[in-house]
């Protein structure tokens, strides 16, 4: 009982037996390796739920920014809410979008850095990920994020960063299509109501010219009958 309580495995009494000393060691061995096993699968198998359960709730993010962006009407708007959703992963980033020929940078603190938007425009022929130390460019043809912290010193967290990340850009690329398609919309209204209060201006002003050319008729007319 005392070598039971300070951790031994089993105990052999004198007369000593070789078999008998073979079989309990080789038993104590087994024992060990099936111990070591189920430890390992079990931690396998907890570092697999705490993953499953970390992507869903990443996904969840996801879900809840594609619900938020189906509502935005700008890309400066859409942009803060991208950085809400980022920022909840522990991202840091900045954004730049390619409108009409032209760019629309964001970030947070609403500056960014000659630096930072000349690497990102160099980097946009570079593929949809491109990588360079802990800072990952996503590029799409609408937009290119610069995300500057990405968590390369795990690979598992690393790969299921980027793959939220895809599945975030994805939105974003839909919500800003649709953005700019608002936004040509609006513009095409606003040219076509200027287009008509230029012809009711055209109309009202040969509608003036018409009557002041009808009086001078009915003058000449009347200096004919004089």
Do not use: W
């Amino acid at each position: 009982l005392k070598g039971y309580s300070v951790g031994g495995d089993d105990y052999i009494s004198k007369p000593i037996e070789p078999e008998e000393v073979m079989l309990k060691v080789r038993h104590i061995i087994d024992n060990r390796v099936r111990h070591e096993s189920l430890s390992r699968q079990a931690s396998e198998s907890f570092s697999a739920a705490m993953n499953a359960m970390t992507y869903t709730s990443r996904l969840g993010q996801v879900l809840s920014f594609i619900k938020d962006a189906t509502h935005i009407k700008t890309f400066e708007n859409l942009a803060m809410r991208l950085f809400d959703t980022l920022e909840g992963l522990g991202l840091n980033s900045v954004i730049q979008f390619h409108v009409r020929m032209n760019l629309l940078p964001f970030t947070r603190s609403g500056v960014i850095t000659p630096l930072e938007s000349n690497v990102i425009e160099l980097a946009r022929s570079r593929g949809r990920f491109f990588d360079f130390g802990a800072r990952t460019i996503v590029n799409y043809d609408h937009f290119s994020l610069l995300v500057k912290n990405m968590p390369v010193d795990n690979q598992d967290d690393y790969g299921g960063i980027k793959d939220i990340l895809g599945k975030i850009c994805d939105a974003v690329e839909f919500i800003g299509k649709l953005v700019l398609s608002n936004e040509l919309t609006a513009e095409k209204t606003q040219r076509m109501s200027v287009a008509d209060n230029a012809l009711a201006d055209v109309k009202t002003a040969m509608q003036m010219i018409q009557a002041e050319n009808e009086k001078a008729v009915e003058v000449m007319i009347g200096e004919m009958e004089v």
